[in-house]
C-alpha cells in the first residue's frame, strides 16, 4: 500500500525513518526537525491517504520522544480531529493521556485515559490505560 500509494517515491527517506522510529526511538539518533519536516510535508500533501493520520500521529510520537508534551498534545489531538475514525485514535488519547502524566496534570490525565476505557475497549490502548490507571 505505501509504494501503490507514491508515497516512498515523493518522500524516500519517510519510509526508512518510520522504520528507525518504530524500531529504536532514542531521540539522539534521530535528527526530528527532518522526520518533523517530512511528516508534515505528508501530512500537507496527502491529507487523506491512508497513511496520512499514521504520520500525523507519529508528528505527536516526535514531540513525546523528546518530552515536549505541550506540543506532543497538541498533535496528537490534530489526530483525533483530523481522523476520527483512523486507526491511530485510540492510541493518540492514550499518548495524550501520557503526556498529561508527564506535565504532572493528573485529573487531564486520569480523565483522557479513562475516555480511551470508555470509547474503546477492549482495544491495546485500553488494556495499557487501564494498567496506568492502576498505578498509584
Known sequence: AWEESGLAERFPSFKAKAVDIQAAPDAAYFNYSEVDADLRALVARFPTDEYADNAQYWLGEAYYDQKDYVRAIAEFRA?????????????????IGFAY??????????????????????????????ARLEKP
Open 101 to 130: 502524566q508527564g506535565l504532572g496534570e493528573s485529573d487531564k490525565a486520569h480523565a483522557t485515559l479513562q475516555q480511551v476505557l470508555t470509547q474503546y475497549p477492549g482495544t491495546s490502548p485500553a488494556a495499557i490505560a487501564a
Open 79 to 95: 489526530t483525533v480531529a483530523n481522523y476520527p475514525r483512523g486507526n491511530k485514535v485510540p492510541d493518540a488519547l492514550l499518548k
